[in-house]
């Protein structure tokens, strides 16, 4: 391995968990593709997925969304013992903060995934509420996961549509191979560390704009046009001023992401339902003079929507902040990454790539 872009397409594990074709826009996760998944199931089927190795059966699910349930209670006692995590301004650094105050001795070695999953969006809610000066909202374990935490992090508080979108989205979000965020989670597990080290150095990962801040930079783009009609005039601009078009393009996908027309369609339903989507007519008109006017400018190189474009759109339509984007997204990629931990612990190898000197050499030869 180098430190240079050669770096991609370099395998570096062999995982069961989830494949990316670049090439023809698929995203498969346990032998699902990723539409189907969400289209059917809800983030706790999701999880059992991830973490079993199978979709789980009615009574499987009960005692996940139990555990987890009962996870999110126990995550929210800790909330006075976290200083002051929360505080931040940042809701990623807050997030980071908040889960490193977690010792792995305290956690029930057997159900350390529920335990972290609760409280990556127990955390991320209530820093939404401090941040809005509110008293964070103690769980319902009673509800899935997603309706649970739409209804501690959102001002507008929750209801079926709102939340069966939110699960759509954490599905979609739950994994995609080897990023960032979970090859670190492989390197810290490779090294026999705890899981909540390996989750604390992935949120690391997670936190920098080129892997989890892009759906923030997309609504405030969205927000900048305004209306359809001024879509290919303002995208003429940016590109002539050799600006970026958020939301655009992927480093593996060489088509639109899959996990874009999930989202598009989760707004759909949205809309259909009467709940607020104004910006799916806007982000579609931007979608397509950006596909146009990027193939036009570099037809050696195809360009189309990845998925931070329509998470912009379902996150605000289901009431979250522009802020709490990125939390958001911690709050799917934890199910991802506390797989990926295991899978890393089971194969007992430590992740140890090489890199290629570039630096200069010593003056005089070392003598023989």
């Given at each position: 391995m180098t430190t240079t872009d050669g770096l991609e397409g370099v395998v570096v594990a062999e995982t069961q968990l989830s494949d990316v074709d670049g090439e023809?826009?698929?995203?498969?996760?346990?032998?699902?593709?990723?539409?189907?998944?969400?289209?059917a199931n809800d983030f706790e089927a999701l999880?059992?997925?991830?973490?079993?190795?199978?979709?789980?059966?009615?009574?499987?699910?009960?005692?996940?969304?139990?555990?987890?349930?009962?996870?999110r209670v126990r995550a929210f006692e800790r909330?006075?013992?976290?200083?002051?995590?929360?505080?931040?301004?940042?809701?990623?650094?807050?997030?980071?903060?908040?889960?490193a105050h977690l010792r792995a001795s305290e956690i029930d070695s057997t159900d350390v995934p529920a335990e972290l999953t609760g409280a990556v969006a127990v955390f991320a809610a209530a820093w939404a509420r401090v941040r809005r000066g509110a008293a964070p909202l103690a769980p319902d374990p009673a509800l899935g996961h997603a309706a649970d935490y739409l209804r501690m992090a959102s001002a507008?508080?929750?209801?079926?549509?709102?939340?069966?979108?939110?699960?759509a989205y954490l599905v979609t979000a739950a994994d995609h191979g080897m990023n960032a965020s979970t090859f670190t989670a492989?390197?810290?597990?490779?090294?026999?560390?705890?899981?909540?080290?390996?989750?604390?150095?992935?949120?690391?990962?997670?936190?920098?704009?080129?892997?989890?801040?892009?759906?923030g930079p997309v609504l405030a783009m969205l927000d900048a046009i305004g209306s359809p009609e001024r879509a290919a005039a303002w995208?003429?601009?940016?590109?002539?001023?050799?600006?970026?078009?958020?939301?655009?393009?992927?480093?593996?996908?060489?088509?639109?992401?899959?996990?874009?027309?999930?989202?598009?369609?989760?707004?759909?339903?949205?809309?259909a339902a009467g709940l607020r989507s104004d910006r799916l007519d806007l982000?579609?008109?931007?979608?397509?003079?950006?596909?146009?006017?990027?193939?036009?400018?570099?037809?050696?190189?195809?360009?189309a929507a990845n998925v931070e474009f329509y998470t912009a759109v379902i996150l605000d339509a289901i009431g979250l902040a522009q802020e709490q984007f990125s939390p958001t997204f911690a709050v799917a990629r934890v199910a991802g990454w506390l797989a990926h931990v295991d899978e890393q612990a089971r194969g007992g190898r430590l992740i140890r790539p090489s890199s290629r000197y570039v630096g200069p050499q010593p003056e005089t030869p070392v003598a023989a």
């Open positions: 023809r826009g698929r995203l498969v996760i346990r032998g699902h593709d990723v539409e189907s998944l969400a289209l999880c059992a997925l991830l973490w079993r190795g199978a979709l789980p059966s009615a009574r499987e699910h009960a005692e996940l969304c139990a555990r987890i349930g009962r996870a909330l006075p013992r976290l200083g002051d995590a929360l505080e931040s301004c940042d809701g990623m650094e807050a997030l980071r903060a908040a889960l507008h508080g929750t209801d079926p549509e709102r939340a069966r979108a939110l699960d492989r390197v810290v597990a490779s090294t026999e560390s705890d899981t909540v080290s390996a989750v604390v150095a992935a949120l690391g990962a997670l936190k920098g704009p080129r892997h989890g801040g892009a759906p995208i003429a601009a940016e590109l002539a001023a050799g600006r970026r078009i958020m939301g655009m393009g992927h480093r593996v996908y060489r088509v639109r992401d899959p996990r874009a027309a999930v989202l598009e369609r989760a707004v759909e339903r949205l809309r982000a579609r008109a931007v979608e397509g003079v950006a596909v146009s006017s990027l193939g036009e400018r570099r037809p050696e190189r195809r360009l």
